[in-house]
């Protein structure tokens, strides 16, 4: 294998050839080391292969050893790490630059920055690569904090959800300023972004979609622009330029996989919906399954005149999720969803965190159910198990065994998205993997840890099954 490195193109000039001769006893010690040297110096060759050039990127290795221990040891145990790290070698000047490690500076401060670095950027298109380079950057930061233990999984989520929500709401006001030079706006006209399932509870991991919903609210017959459009094609265009925005493959990455299933109508629906339209279907056509999901959105970004409206949202979403309180219908619905799912996404082995009875989506279906029981506003799993405790719609000692369950299938969820883009296989992951896996969880063994996982999911079934029938 390391007879090809000399063809690779971060090895094509001398100097690079020069630097990287006095680095490869380094690395090669390095990488015998490693638990499985064989998986390690696979993982290395991926790394190297894809180098478009090496003198910068030896240079640092060779003045910092600690960066160059961190490389190997990500190029063994994540793909996707070293395959961003690959590309984009001038993130390493962060790592030493003495910020890569200070603590997180939330929400707020990332859309500060983004918003900086996008009003640098000389047009619409130049900022949307601006926008691609800066959260790809945050998203590698994140990626190797959690690799490295310096967070765990829950800040893991929090953070990458943090990202996603200064991407929406710095990105989404620059699409429709773009959108309006050509077809302008209205008075009053305001639309918001509300974000679904894991984006409006607040958790991703490395490889999360995000669930978008678009609501907008204008007044009059058509906009004001040079190719003026009336409402509902105004924001259905806008919706497709926001997609676009964030999901078109572009030279830097792109940024998300955007998904709008969980719109009023599904599939069927109109990309963006007017607040009238969105208000009569939740209040007279929703089946319980859209009402489950609104217990989880959150608006996480607007543009144009959407403050008032963003208010609207929430207070309707509030009193929605509270007039169904106690609704003896919201069980057997839920058994049915159930039953569905179990059929149709029954899960994909002992090492599917997600799918399948008494796994992570099990448990947030069962925990929203709960919310909806106890007419609760809060969004994430925990705290809709505890409310559905405080509303004796489950014991003490169930709150805890699916709280607990659910977060042993999210850190799995978390770390198994690092290790992997695909199906999880602690075979095929390294020792490096396998490792992480083990920390992240808690757990001694594979063995121990596949006990566990199964354990934890029959319980968390026998729990929601045994409630779910018993509910009147």
Known sequence: MTARWPDYPALRSQRAVGIFRRLRPEILRRLREAARPDEALTSFDAFLSGLPAGVQLFSLFEANPDLLRLMVEIAATSPALARYLSRNAGVLDAVIGGDFFAPWPGQQRLAESLGAAMAEAADYEAQLNAARRWAREWWFRIGVHHLQGLIDAAEAGQHYADLAGAVLDRLFPAVTAEFARRHGSGPGWGAVVLGMGSLGAGRLNAASDLDLIMIYEAGGEQSDGPAPLAPRAYFARLTQALLTALSAPMADGRLYAADMRLRPSGRQGPVATS???????????????????????????????????????????????????????????????????????????????????????????????????????????????????????????????????????????????????????????????????LRETGAETLEDLERRLAAAAADAEAIISTRLEAMP
Do not use: C, N
């Open 275 to 437: 607040w009238a339209s969105f208000e009569s279907y939740q209040r007279t056509e929703a089946w319980t399954w859209e009402h489950l999901a609104l217990t989880r959105a959150r608006v996480v970004a607007g543009a144009g005149d959407w403050q008032r409206l963003a208010d609207r949202v929430e207070r309707f979403r509030t009193d929605l999720v509270a007039g169904r309180r106690g609704d003896p219908r919201i069980p057997p619905d839920v058994a049915e969803m159930r039953a569905r799912l179990a059929a149709h996404q029954g899960g994909d082995g002992p090492w599917d965190a997600k799918a399948g009875p008494g796994r992570l989506r099990d448990i947030e279906l069962f925990a929203q159910t709960l919310a909806l029981l106890a007419g609760s506003p809060r969004r994430g799993t925990a705290a809709q198990i505890g409310d559905g405790l405080a509303a004796g719609l489950i014991g003490p000692s169930e709150a805890q065994r699916l709280t607990a369950a659910a977060d042993l299938f999210w850190r799995l969820q978390s770390a198994g998205r690092l290790l992997t883009e695909g199906r999880l296989d602690p075979a095929a992951v390294g020792e490096g993997g396998r490792r992480f896996l």
